[in-house]
């Protein structure tokens, strides 16, 4: 059966980069949300990952987390003019961390 090399490539580029959307649109909302002291965003965290899996995702999914910071809270300071949270991805790596060595 012949398989032709430039649809295997498109297929797999395509996969990866739609499995790396998805994935990271799903990550970046619920950092959002555990930097917010969201309580559904920790029991996310404290269900799925550990301290070394959750910096990976931090790290690989942060152009993801900046564009969604921009897209909750400065589009929406345009329109109603609410109070602009500011961005610190250490301080949403400070709260994961207590989140899980406190379930465990």
């Known amino acids: 059966?012949?398989?032709?090399?430039?649809?295997?490539?498109?297929?797999?580029f395509l996969g990866v980069l739609?499995?790396?959307?998805?994935?990271?649109?799903a990550f970046a909302f619920q950092a959002?949300?555990?930097?917010?002291?969201?309580?559904?965003?920790?029991?996310?965290?404290?269900?799925?990952?550990?301290?070394?899996?959750?910096?990976?995702?931090?790290i690989a999914f942060y152009p993801m987390i900046k564009l969604f910071y921009f897209l909750l809270e400065y589009i929406p300071?345009?329109?109603?003019k609410d109070k602009i949270i500011a961005f610190n991805s250490d301080a949403i790596w400070q709260v994961a961390c207590k989140v899980i060595i406190k379930a465990d």
């Open 1 to 12: 059966m012949f398989v032709d090399s430039d649809f295997l490539f498109w297929l797999l």
């Open 18 to 25: 739609l499995t790396y959307i998805v994935w990271g649109v």
């Open 32 to 58: 959002l949300l555990l930097l917010n002291d969201v309580e559904s965003a920790k029991k996310w965290v404290r269900r799925w990952y550990s301290l070394k899996s959750f910096r990976r995702e931090l």
């Open 77 to 80: 300071d345009l329109v109603l």
